[in-house]
């Protein structure tokens, strides 16, 4: 053996046997490539796999939004449907999951994501011949790794339980599930940590339900976030576990949530509500929250028009008149885009388009198999992790 082919397998031990200089070359790849050295050895996946190289990578590597998991409920026959798309540049090349939820045999297009946070899913599954068969787990579409957690202690007379997932994997790797049980003038705040393994039950004074819209939380810094009928919003704090009223934006007095309302999110550690401007109106405005929640103010506007002359629709029949595609547009989500900013994600008839704010540029994402309105819109942000759950 010659001395340069020593020296070249001396190199290659040196590297091998040295898992700090291991870990800082993993530390600078995207999760899936991180993932793939797991198949080099038994020593590679256990150090992949260990809890303190997980918080490393975490801390030095922010969770980037490469695409959107877009559901739809499908009415005839009823089916829920889960795809994927990829954002800013790179659309069409990111190998974002064709398997973006787990499949249940027992229980086929009934499987509903409650909500996602940081690349994880909390995911649901319904049996309507069996209820006690129901499952609630938390799926990580990048690895394909899911674990069926067990169901909160049910309440009497509880009205629709309202479901969030936390996850913070630059804080720690564990991640919570909270549920929110309302009982008239209380409510039960149930969490489940996957460190811990059962759910704790607290109680606390909550807003009138009647006027909340318990639905798709938002988590952001460290409270999960809702907003009402009326469009005052509310945020449960976790630590404290108890709620907060927010300041309303500064919506007309005549603003009707049912006709005006088109999205409640996050994005970039931002709070963004996206409505009507008045009753009847064809331009939608996007209002950001004050760093220190102490009010809203308008950031974009976009108006129906010019919607329509991006994507004319006079061949769709469903159609009444321009001044209802109101009615048949989803916002589904603002995402921050490499190079681009915030880009607005929405539904309209046959297709998922995005609209720049940056540029007043659209882009056609996802061509839709169908024209008229489905009864279930919407999307959860897809982020690449390595969480081990």
């Given at each position: 053996m010659s001395s340069s082919d020593q020296t070249q397998i001396s190199s290659a031990d040196l590297v091998g046997g040295n898992e700090g200089l291991i870990s800082e070359i993993l530390f600078r790849l995207p999760p899936k490539s991180v993932g793939r050295f797991k198949l080099v050895s038994k020593r590679w996946s256990s150090l992949i796999s260990d809890r303190s190289f997980l918080c490393g990578y975490n801390q030095r590597n922010s969770s980037t939004i490469s695409g959107l998991i877009i559901g739809y409920l499908v009415r005839k026959p009823s089916t829920l449907t889960y795809t994927c798309v990829s954002l800013g540049e790179n659309e069409g090349s990111l190998s974002v999951?064709?398997?973006?939820?787990?499949?249940?045999?027992?229980?086929p297009g009934c499987i509903k994501v409650l909500s996602s946070c940081n690349g994880l899913l909390l995911c649901f599954s319904r049996h309507n011949v069996d209820p006690a068969a129901c499952k609630l787990y938390v799926f990580n579409p990048t690895t394909h790794q899911f674990?069926?957690?067990p169901l909160p202690p049910a309440q009497d007379k509880c009205c629709h339980p309202?479901?969030?997932?936390?996850?913070?994997?630059?804080?720690?790797?564990?991640?919570?599930?909270?549920c929110v049980q309302f009982l008239e003038k209380f409510c039960n705040i149930l969490i489940y940590s996957s460190e811990v393994g059962v759910w704790e039950t607290s109680r606390s004074q909550?807003?009138?339900?009647?006027?909340?819209?318990?639905?798709?939380?938002?988590?952001?810094?460290g409270?999960?976030?809702?907003?009402?009928?009326?469009?005052?919003?509310?945020?449960?704090?976790?630590?404290?576990?108890?709620?907060?009223?927010?300041?309303r934006p500064p919506l007309p007095e005549d603003?009707?949530?049912?006709?005006?309302?088109?999205y409640f999110g996050e994005s970039q550690g931002s709070l963004y509500f996206i409505a009507f401007d008045r009753p009847r109106s064809s331009k939608f405005i996007v209002y950001e929250m004050q760093k220190d929640c102490s009010g809203w103010f308008a950031k974009y506007?976009?108006?129906?028009?010019?919607?329509?002359?991006?994507?004319?629709?006079?061949?769709?029949p469903v159609l009444i008149s321009p001044h209802k595609l109101h009615l048949l547009i989803s916002m589904l989500s603002l995402v921050e885009v490499k190079n681009e900013g915030l880009n607005l994600v929405m539904q309209i008839p046959g297709k998922v388009v995005s609209y720049c704010f940056k540029d007043n540029t659209f882009k056609k994402l996802l061509d839709l198999h169908f024209m008229v309105p489905v009864s279930w819109f919407n999307a959860f942000k897809y982020v690449e992790t390595l969480s081990s759950i």
């Amino acid at each position: 053996m010659s001395s340069s082919d020593q020296t070249q397998i001396s190199s290659a031990d040196l590297v091998g046997g040295n898992e700090g200089l291991i870990s800082e070359i993993l530390f600078r790849l995207p999760p899936k490539s991180v993932g793939r050295f797991k198949l080099v050895s038994k020593r590679w996946s256990s150090l992949i796999s260990d809890r303190s190289f997980l918080c490393g990578y975490n801390q030095r590597n922010s969770s980037t939004i490469s695409g959107l998991i877009i559901g739809y409920l499908v009415r005839k026959p009823s089916t829920l449907t889960y795809t994927c798309v990829s954002l800013g540049e790179n659309e069409g090349s990111l190998s974002v999951p064709t398997k973006c939820i787990p499949s249940d045999p027992q229980a086929p297009g009934c499987i509903k994501v409650l909500s996602s946070c940081n690349g994880l899913l909390l995911c649901f599954s319904r049996h309507n011949v069996d209820p006690a068969a129901c499952k609630l787990y938390v799926f990580n579409p990048t690895t394909h790794q899911f674990s069926t957690l067990p169901l909160p202690p049910a309440q009497d007379k509880c009205c629709h339980p309202s479901f969030s997932l936390v996850y913070d994997p630059s804080k720690s790797p564990s991640y919570l599930v909270v549920c929110v049980q309302f009982l008239e003038k209380f409510c039960n705040i149930l969490i489940y940590s996957s460190e811990v393994g059962v759910w704790e039950t607290s109680r606390s004074q909550s807003p009138d339900p009647v006027f909340m819209r318990f639905y798709r939380g938002v988590f952001l810094n460290g409270a999960i976030h809702w907003v009402g009928y009326n469009g005052y919003p509310c945020l449960l704090d976790l630590d404290r576990k108890c709620f907060k009223m927010l300041p309303r934006p500064p919506l007309p007095e005549d603003w009707a949530a049912c006709c005006s309302f088109k999205y409640f999110g996050e994005s970039q550690g931002s709070l963004y509500f996206i409505a009507f401007d008045r009753p009847r109106s064809s331009k939608f405005i996007v209002y950001e929250m004050q760093k220190d929640c102490s009010g809203w103010f308008a950031k974009y506007s976009l108006e129906v028009d010019a919607i329509l002359a991006a994507f004319p629709i006079d061949d769709h029949p469903v159609l009444i008149s321009p001044h209802k595609l109101h009615l048949l547009i989803s916002m589904l989500s603002l995402v921050e885009v490499k190079n681009e900013g915030l880009n607005l994600v929405m539904q309209i008839p046959g297709k998922v388009v995005s609209y720049c704010f940056k540029d007043n540029t659209f882009k056609k994402l996802l061509d839709l198999h169908f024209m008229v309105p489905v009864s279930w819109f919407n999307a959860f942000k897809y982020v690449e992790t390595l969480s081990s759950i």
